[in-house]
Antibody
Framework: EVQLVESGGRLEKPGGSLRLSCEAS????????MNWVRQAPGKGLEWVAY????????YYADSVRGRFTISRDNAKNSLHLQMNSLRGEDTAVYYC?????????????WGQGTLVTVSS | SYVLSQPPSLSVAPGQTASLTCGGN??????VHWYQKKAGQAPVLVVY???DRPSGVPERFSGSKSGNTATLTISRVEGGDEADYFC????????????FGGGTRLTV
């Protein structure tokens, strides 16, 4: 069964940085694009960033472009999200999701999420 | 950027049918996917490419499209179906291609 486990979320001050990680197992990680999706308290799902299977293509939501960087290490089956210049509106549960780009599916499997709180 | 519109809420009685809609320009030309999101849990894909169901999703869940509207239909609604439901497309013509609708809270 596909496993995705996020980590790295915690309380951070505005302007600070965090690095989220997602460890993948039970599938060929290097064959799949991956996404980060977040859900702020009381809000809907918001797509954050995408990285292709090889890492050569990345996309970002306008709300995070220039502040967040998505990356991956296929040798370690891991996905990362470097979050800089954090703002209060970045407070959310962050999920990693395995993409199926052939069908345009943003997430056919999801992790349980990691909570990021940005507050002074 | 592409926009998907969903009504914020829908209430149905147990055993009835819930029809959750998702509107978007030219949605008929796009593949629409649906996710169920319960509080404190990860999202779950319940319908993909408009009408297909992942293994393990009950047959009570079905998807369709007509005109500029995609619909997720849940037949014989149960209490366990109470959740938020989000539609999604991938706008490959955009440099920010991931698009979710605002979500519909289904109350049973």
């Amino acid at each position: 069964e596909v496993q995705l486990v996020e980590s790295g979320g915690r309380l951070e001050k505005p302007g600070g940085s965090l690095r989220l990680s997602c460890e993948a197992s039970e599938f060929n990680f290097g064959d799949y694009g991956m996404n980060w999706v977040r859900q702020a308290p009381g809000k809907g799902l918001e797509w954050v960033a995408y990285i292709s299977a090889t890492g050569s293509v990345v996309y970002y939501a306008d709300s995070v472009r220039g502040r967040f960087t998505i990356s991956r290490d296929n040798a370690k089956n891991s996905l990362h999200l470097q979050m800089n210049s954090l703002r209060g509106e970045d407070t959310a549960v962050y999920y990693c999701a395995r993409a199926n780009m052939i069908r345009g599916i943003l997430g056919d499997h999801w992790g349980q999420g990691t909570l990021v709180t940005v507050s002074s | 950027s592409y926009v998907l519109s969903q009504p914020p809420s829908l209430s149905v009685a147990p055993g009835q049918t819930a029809s959750l809609t998702c509107g978007g320009n030219d949605i008929g030309t796009r593949s629409v996917h649906w996710y169920q999101k319960k509080a404190g849990q990860a999202p779950v894909l319940v319908v993909y490419v408009n009408e297909d169901r992942p293994s393990g999703v009950p047959e009570r869940f079905s998807g369709s499209k007509s005109g500029n509207t995609a619909t997720l239909t849940i037949s014989r609604v149960e209490g366990g179906d109470e959740a938020d439901y989000f539609c999604q497309v991938w706008d490959s013509s955009s440099d920010h291609p991931g698009v979710f609708g605002g979500g519909t809270r289904l109350t049973v």
